[in-house]
């Protein structure tokens, strides 16, 4: 199967510093998403990225389907940005999984 | 909308008993999905239906385990009899029928056999 591989696997920042967390597929794709997934457990989506780039507020995303990566941008970082961010791919012959990567594990202290 | 909707958010229970786990997804969304998750394996996808029919059930993990989906709004995951290593997060998720195959996460629902 699909190897969705995340880095770094943890990330220490400190408020107001910016960051890029990085997502590595292995085959191709016609979804990808990133998550943030809060203290409190909750997934919630940040984007809907299977190529191309999108910006929402502070966050941005670029995913480079050719070149199987894709890039989520966190500038001026705030504490509520720490959790666990997760990038999720289904591939063209398997509609409907969505295979996630092991995640980053971002803190930003205060 | 109110989102995917789950219940209970939190279950502990005995081993050997039966637990259900219920979900509502979002109006008018064709798919639903059921994911757990575990420090070991992550995030999985356990089944998932396309109006009410299950499609793929390859990652459920054994009869233990079975999901239904009686209509468009409702639907559940049953463990009978629950064991201690079923203890996890189990997520529920919706996607609507269109180009876009974007899921939509509830809040899970943490489940604790003793």
């Known amino acids: 199967g699909i190897q969705v591989e995340q880095s770094p696997p943890d990330l220490i920042l400190q408020e107001g510093a910016n960051s890029t967390l990085r997502c590595n597929f292995s085959?191709?794709?016609?979804?990808l998403q990133w998550f943030h997934q809060n203290p409190w457990g909750q997934l919630i989506n940040l984007f809907y990225?299977?190529?191309g780039t999108k910006q929402n507020g502070r966050l941005s995303a670029t995913t480079v389907a050719t070149e199987r990566y894709s890039l989520l941008y966190i500038s001026s970082s705030q504490t509520t940005d720490s959790g666990v961010y997760f990038c999720a791919v289904i591939t063209t012959d398997s509609w409907g999984k969505l295979q996630f990567g092991a995640g980053t594990q971002v803190v930003v202290t205060p | 909308d109110a989102g995917v909707i789950q219940s209970p958010r939190h279950e502990v229970t005995e081993m050997g008993q039966e637990v259900t786990l219920r979900c509502k997804p979002i109006?008018?969304?064709?798919?639903l999905f059921w994911y757990r998750q575990t420090m070991m394996r992550g995030l999985e996808l356990l089944i998932y239906?396309?109006?009410?029919?299950?499609?793929?059930d390859s990652g459920m993990p054994e009869d233990r385990f079975s999901a239904k989906m009686p209509n468009a709004s409702f639907s559940t995951l049953k463990i009978q009899p629950s064991e201690p290593r079923d203890s996890a997060v189990y997520f529920c998720?919706?996607?609507?029928?269109?180009?876009?195959?974007?899921?939509?996460f509830g809040p899970g629902t943490r489940l604790t056999v003793l």
């Open positions: 109006s008018g969304h064709d798919y």
């Open positions: 085959d191709s794709v016609n979804n």
């Open positions: 990225i299977p190529s």
């Open positions: 998720a919706s996607s609507p029928d269109s180009g876009s195959n974007e899921q939509f």
């Open positions: 239906f396309n109006n009410n029919v299950p499609i793929d």
